[in-house]
């Protein structure tokens, strides 16, 4: 019974949590490392791209919702994503041909695009911060839990209970569905097959008659999307605040790079190894000990190796380990 009881523990401030972290992660990780693979620079603006479609899908969701439109007990911002979807896949387009475009016929610099992109990071979050706000936002509505402690308890009979909370439940088969799209995306039609060679080899591509342009815009349509979907679900999960998704970008990067940058098979992986790396180093074993551990030897600390305060420093000193020891990462990503 205790061991069960540990297991349960576990679960419900480990497993879950890590798992649902993880696909958020895998879901931002994968826009940027596209973004990398065919216009090779790290875009910096990502995690405001992220923040920027969350917005605008809760202002969507707030039209719905005074209109009298729902879907309970599911959510209503999941009827509300094709707005956040258009309404992030215009502003990067539009960004793209005014800002980036210009450059890139140029044939500028990798760092120049870099530099760019964080000048666009501070404008998109500027026009977050002037639209919603600097608050948290809590806007989740419908069935909050597919079931309850309280259900779990009178099911099981055990002292430890675990909660399972449709956002979790949304946040895995969303992430499924997405990825797998994706997959079949990239390797089964035309358009991914072309972006895919534009990728391994720019010229060749060239020859072979692929308009690049064309490439570049459904890149930049694939990256707001899930980008969009990515920052809606961890908002749906936890809540919205401009500053946190800003926090985000370094784990984001983190997950993409562990996981090979430039390679979209990687960004799965390596989000879930820089969320259950956040997870298991900052939470307290001290429960999960005292289940598994003779009478007597009940710890007194917390068991925890890192205080929550720095998940951020897990991920980065994650991120700093693969770049000295494996800087392609898992999957074997582009370097330059």
């Known amino acids: 019974m205790d061991i069960l009881n540990a297991l349960v523990a576990f679960a419900n401030f480990v497993l879950l949590p890590g798992m649902t972290y993880?696909?958020?992660?895998a879901l931002g990780a994968l826009g940027a490392t596209l973004v990398y693979g065919i216009l090779r620079f790290s875009n910096f603006a990502?995690?405001?791209?992220?923040?920027?479609?969350?917005?605008a899908t809760i202002l969507a969701t707030w039209g719905l919702q005074a209109a009298g439109v729902s879907?309970?007990?599911?959510?209503?911002?999941?009827?509300?994503?094709?707005?956040?979807?258009?309404?992030?896949?215009?502003?990067?387009?539009?960004?793209?041909?005014?800002?980036?475009?210009?450059?890139?016929?140029?044939?500028?610099?990798s760092i120049t695009l870099v530099m760019t992109s964080l000048g666009v990071m501070f404008v998109m979050g500027g026009l977050v911060r002037i639209f919603i706000g600097v608050d948290d936002r809590q806007f989740a509505d419908g069935a909050r839990f597919v079931f309850t402690a309280a259900q779990f308890r009178t099911w099981?009979?055990?002292?430890?209970?675990?909660?399972?909370?449709?956002a979790q439940v949304i946040t895995i088969?969303?992430?499924?569905?997405?990825?797998?799209?994706?997959?079949?995306?990239l390797t089964r039609t035309r358009t991914g097959k072309s972006m895919r060679a534009f990728s391994d080899n720019e010229n060749l591509a060239l020859l072979s008659g692929i308009n690049?342009?064309?490439?570049?815009?459904?890149?930049?349509?694939?990256?707001?999307?899930?980008?969009?979907?990515?920052?809606?679900?961890?908002?749906?999960?936890?809540?919205?605040?401009?500053?946190?998704y800003f926090q985000l970008l370094l784990p984001v990067f983190a997950a993409a790079v562990v996981g090979g940058l430039g390679n979209p098979l990687g960004a799965v992986p390596g989000g879930f190894v820089i969320a259950f790396s956040e997870v298991l180093?900052?939470?307290?074993?001290?429960?999960?000990?005292?289940?598994?551990?003779?009478?007597?030897?009940?710890?007194?600390?917390?068991?925890?190796?890192l205080a929550t305060d720095y998940k951020i420093a897990v991920s980065f000193a994650v991120l700093v380990l693969v770049l000295?020891?494996?800087?392609?990462?898992?999957?074997?990503?582009?370097?330059?």
């Open 22 to 25: 993880g696909c958020q992660l």
């Open 71 to 109: 879907i309970a007990p599911l959510p209503t911002p999941l009827i509300a994503l094709p707005f956040g979807f258009a309404a992030t896949v215009l502003m990067v387009l539009a960004t793209d041909r005014l800002v980036y475009r210009p450059y890139r016929n140029r044939k500028v610099a």
């Open 212 to 244: 690049p342009e064309r490439v570049v815009m459904i890149v930049w349509v694939l990256s707001a999307m899930l980008a969009t979907l990515a920052g809606v679900l961890y908002g749906l999960d936890k809540s919205f605040r401009p500053i946190t």
């Open 173 to 185: 088969v969303a992430t499924a569905v997405a990825v797998g799209w994706l997959h079949w995306f």
């Open 281 to 305: 180093f900052t939470y307290s074993f001290k429960k999960v000990a005292s289940y598994l551990l003779p009478q007597g030897w009940q710890p007194e600390g917390l068991l925890q190796f």
């Open 324 to 336: 000295l020891f494996r800087p392609t990462g898992i999957f074997r990503g582009k370097t330059a």
């Open 156 to 166: 099981t009979g055990l002292g430890e209970t675990v909660a399972l909370r449709t």
């Open 46 to 55: 990502h995690g405001d791209t992220m923040a920027f479609g969350t917005m």
